[in-house]
């Protein structure tokens, strides 16, 4: 199976090849942790970060070969698994560097990115405390879940008594793909997912939308992103009681192919001026293939790399499921914040759907082989 390399220009797990398996972790700093304490606990979580992703054990004994009159500095439950691709992504949330009581802790404040905004309130959001924000987020993706699991498990035990899981979040199967060699997966709804996301080939729109530059504005940011979390819940009881044709009129695509309705294969573009012989467009104005398109945003685009996932059922027997909308992207200003106040106004899926997470953060470049994730802001 795959490995990706931790070190580089850009950390790992943006445009490689989205596994099937996710689990996100956002982190609150704990209140004494002071700039050189969050230092090191960068350089911790590097140091074990690049090992585990390259199939090793978070600590240089591994679960079993350490001195017996200490605890192990892996927890084991991934010592015969082979890496999987996994690959962890490490950010920084808006609070980290002014937080909630406008404290500047750790003397980072002024070297926020502007394009690190707190995300504004978009019309039928139902937010729940449990699932906002954070200081620091890891994203581990694996084609294993058990990988992905040991990868957060570890890199939370490691940081006790510094930082602490605010929030975290399983996905069980891919709803985007981030190359041309991957098949489109599904998500809950049965649709065909990721068609139109940006792919890693696309060199030039990968540098234009994905990669932030130090000429906009944080030179330390050079070579990063900023990733928007969004937990997503989908009322697939509802949903699942609606006529084929009106799922395929929210969409604008059809189910089998996930070809546009204006007509076409799966990855033909869509032709939103198409007209019906019954009168109106083919796709409809609503559908949500319009309203998240380029054409209807400026063209700005998103690198999507969400998942499904299923958290239980409630009492009356309906499954707790949706989508976790992971999306990449060089300004959240300019991407994600007007495509979703788009969406939130008037797409036709929105009777279905109910955000109830939200989290924001910037994702700094890769780190070079003796320093550490997010160096440069430290400088
Ligand atoms: C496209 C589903 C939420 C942005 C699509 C497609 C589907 C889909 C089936 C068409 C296939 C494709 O090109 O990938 C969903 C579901 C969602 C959701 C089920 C929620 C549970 C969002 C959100 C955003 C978004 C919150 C951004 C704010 C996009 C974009 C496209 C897209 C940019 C590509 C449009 C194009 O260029 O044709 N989505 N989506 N989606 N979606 Fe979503």
Redesign the pocket.
């Known amino acids: 199976t795959d490995t990706y390399p931790f070190y580089g220009q850009h950390q790992s797990g943006i445009t490689t090849a989205a596994q099937d398996r996710l689990h996100f972790a956002a982190f609150d700093v704990a209140a004494d942790l002071d700039r050189d304490g969050l230092v090191e606990l960068l350089r911790d979580w590097t140091v074990a970060a690049a090992r585990m992703t390259q199939g090793r054990p978070a600590g240089k004994y591994g679960p079993a070969s350490g001195p017996a009159d200490a605890p192990p500095d892996d927890t084991g439950e991934a010592l015969d698994l082979p890496p999987g691709g996994l690959t962890l992504t490490i950010g920084f949330g808006p609070t980290l560097f002014t937080d909630t009581d406008g404290r500047d802790r750790f003397g980072i404040a002024s070297r926020r990115p502007s394009a690190l905004v707190d995300l504004p309130h978009f019309a039928g959001d139902a937010l729940l405390d449990a699932y906002v924000g954070g200081d620091l987020c890891v994203q581990a993706c694996s084609d294993d879940p058990q990988v992905a699991v040991h990868a957060i498990r570890n890199l939370s035990r490691i940081a006790f008594g510094r930082a602490s899981i605010r929030w975290s979040q399983l996905g069980f199967g891919r709803t ?1 793909s981030t190359t041309r060699s991957q098949t489109t997966p599904r ?1 809950l ?1 049965g ?7 940006i792919k890693a080939e696309d060199s030039s729109v990968v540098a234009d939308q994905v990669w932030a530059d130090s000429g906009d504005g944080a030179g330390w940011m050079h070579g990063g992103s900023y990733l928007v979390a ?1 937990k ?1 819940r ?1 009322v697939i009881e509802t949903w699942d009681r609606q006529q084929l044709g009106e799922q395929e009129r929210i ?1 604008g ?1 059809d189910k089998g192919e ?1 070809a546009p309705l204006s007509g076409g294969t799966e990855f033909t573009e ?1 032709n939103f001026l198409a007209l019906a012989p019954s009168g109106g467009t083919k796709i409809d104005p609503d559908s ?2 319009r309203l ?3 054409t209807t945003n400026n063209g700005a ?2 690198l ?1 790399r969400g998942y499904n996932f299923v958290d239980g059922n409630d009492e009356l027997g309906r499954l707790n499921a ?2 976790f ?1 992971i ?1 990449f992207q060089r300004d959240p200003r300019k991407q ?1 914040i007007p ?2 106040q788009q ?1 939130a106004r008037s797409d036709a ?1 929105n009777e279905y ?1 109910k955000h109830v997470g939200s989290a924001i953060f910037a994702v700094p470049p890769g780190a070079r082989e003796g320093s550490y994730v997010g160096a440069g802001l430290f400088d």
Do not use: C, E, W, Y
Request: charged share 15%.
């Open positions: 985007s998500n709804f649709f065909k997912d990721g068609t139109a996301n969004r997503i989908m969409i695509r996930g869509p949500h293939v998240a398109h380029p685009q998103l999507r949706g989508l909308f999306a994600f495509i979703q969406l899926m759907l």
